[in-house]
T-cell receptor, first 113, second 117 residues
């Protein structure tokens, strides 16, 4: 069974803190994605990765960075958290560039105070 | 760039009735894929149905079917015999068929569906 896990369901951080959101998939998928979900805006792509140590900017990469040192793990980093980064963060993975089914994690609701 | 629009922020339906959720998209490409995802209160996104643009036949998955109008760039989801478990946020999504797109999805704003007993 396909499984994507995220390190926290809920997270509260203070402005200026460095925040790490972790995502792990156990399906040997090549592609991994980080989305941000906000009411009325749907899901917006922050970054994605085709392979280990590779990354591509999505539609809203400003204020974020990512790391993919191992195939199964994709980390989203907020270098200096700000209140406008309070949101739901969803991780997803898919088998390869040629496949389209994305499998999602349960999401992390991040609050920045 | 492609855009996806869901003009109905909220919809409601009586149990056992039929409801249709609307989605329109804008693209200059001729080959692409369209999806409907469901996000229940558990927040776990689930793929409901998938449509390939080069196929004229509308996709169907049990009680879920789509009305795909390529010329009109419209992709609506019909849920028949609605059940309480269908209550969720529904997202329409677009994916280019170009390999360079990297299977990235573009999502609409979402439609919150309430099912009344």
């Amino acid at each position: 069974d396909v499984k994507v896990t995220q390190s926290s369901r809920y997270l509260v951080k203070r402005t200026g803190e460095k925040v790490f959101l972790e995502c792990v998939q156990d399906m040997d998928h090549e592609n991994m994605f980080w989305y941000r979900q906000d009411p009325g805006l749907g899901l917006r792509l922050i970054y994605f990765s085709y392979d280990v140590k590779m990354k591509e900017k999505g539609d809203i990469p400003e204020g974020y960075s990512v790391s993919r040192e191992k195939k199964e793990r994709f980390s989203l980093i907020l270098e200096s958290a700000s209140t406008n980064q309070t949101s739901m963060y969803l991780c997803a993975s898919s088998l390869s560039r040629l496949t389209d089914t994305q499998y999602f994690g349960p999401g992390t609701r991040l609050t920045v105070l | 760039a492609q855009t996806v629009t869901q003009s109905q922020p909220e919809m409601s339906v009586q149990e056992a009735e039929t409801v249709t959720l609307s989605c329109t998209y804008d693209t200059s490409e001729s080959d692409y894929y369209l999806f409907w995802y469901k996000q229940p209160p558990s927040r776990q996104m689930i793929l409901v149905i998938r449509q390939e643009a080069y196929k004229q036949q509308n996709a169907t998955e049990n009680r879920f079917s789509v009305n795909f109008q390529k010329a009109a760039k419209s992709f609506s989801l019909k849920i028949s015999d609605s059940q309480l478990g269908d209550a969720a946020m529904y997202f329409c999504a677009y994916r280019s068929a170009k390999e360079t797109s990297g299977s990235r999805l573009t999502f609409g704003e979402g439609t919150q569906l309430t099912v009344n007993p």
